[in-house]
């Protein structure tokens, strides 16, 4: 094979290292700002259409 | 209107914000983009097709707002490594296990593209082929990409040292096997 053990093996330490300081940073609590951006683009939508008719 | 595909933007956050912030390295910018990709995805939604990836699409967002900023600020954020290696909190480190300061002060220092690469494959799980699609580039690339920011990490961290490679392996087989190093 091509690939020599330790260059898996070097993969693995790699791989491993950057999941866990992804995971910290999946783990971090996601500011309101984003809740509150999502909420205020939902009723945005919900007045703008209110022309068509169509009952929220 | 029952099914609309933007009641799932709530649950790709967090993954948004990581990604965001492995590529800018930086909370405050990786924030704004993460705002804007969101503005841009709930208006351009209709571009969504449903049933498939929702995350790539999003990040495919996200980066192509980066990229497009970068270029037109001309070069990269100076500072940026610094700000990214702080802003996390550090944990103890167990015996040979790499220090996670060292491994982020190591990522940093990979070229925008790599990091991406690496960040899409390595860590959030993307096959090859999404992650292409994401980065709009051929699989070969991105295959390439991750095998360089791979290659640069150990050499970086200098995982050439047999020593160094023996230990962290040995530390990281305890974490997998849930076994705790007796010494603290």
């Known amino acids: 094979m091509g690939h020599?053990?330790?260059?898996?093996?070097?993969a693995e330490v790699?791989?491993?290292?950057?999941?866990?300081?992804?995971q910290d940073m999946l783990d971090e609590k996601v500011p309101d700002r984003f809740l509150d951006l999502?909420?205020?683009l939902k009723s945005q939508d919900d007045d703008g259409s209110a022309t068509g008719g169509d009952a929220k | 209107m029952s099914d609309d595909p933007r009641d799932e933007l709530v649950e790709h956050?967090?993954?948004l914000r990581a990604f965001a912030l492995s590529l800018t390295r930086n909370g405050a910018v990786a924030d704004d983009m993460v705002q804007d990709t969101l503005v841009k995805a709930w208006s351009k939604i209709s571009s969504f097709e449903p049933g498939t990836n929702m995350r790539a699409w999003l990040f495919t967002i996200l980066r192509n707002t980066y990229y497009s900023n970068r270029r037109k600020a001309g070069r990269e954020v100076s500072d940026a490594e610094g700000v990214f290696t702080e802003s996390l909190s550090e944990k103890p480190a167990h015996d040979g296990r790499l220090q996670m300061a060292d491994f982020r002060r190591a990522f940093v220092q990979l070229t925008d593209e790599q990091r991406e690469a690496l960040i899409l494959v390595g860590a959030q799980g993307f096959s090859y082929e999404d992650a292409a699609e994401t980065c709009g580039v051929a699989v070969g690339t991105i295959k390439s990409r991750v095998n360089r920011a791979r290659a640069?990490?150990?050499e970086l961290l200098k995982l050439d040292d047999d020593d160094n490679l023996e230990m962290t392996d040995?530390?990281?087989?305890?974490?997998?096997?849930?076994?705790?190093?007796?010494?603290r």
């Not at chain 1, 790699?14 to 992804?22: A, G, P, Q």
């Not at chain 2, 990281?172 to 190093?181: E, I, L």
């Open chain 1, 4 to 10: 020599t053990r330790r260059n898996d093996k070097e």
């Open chain 1, 14 to 22: 790699i791989d491993e290292n950057l999941r866990r300081v992804y």
């Open chain 1, 38 to 40: 999502i909420a205020q």
């Open chain 2, 13 to 15: 956050l967090p993954a």
């Open chain 2, 152 to 154: 640069r990490l150990g």
């Open chain 2, 170 to 183: 040995q530390a990281t087989m305890a974490v997998v096997t849930g076994a705790r190093p007796a010494a």
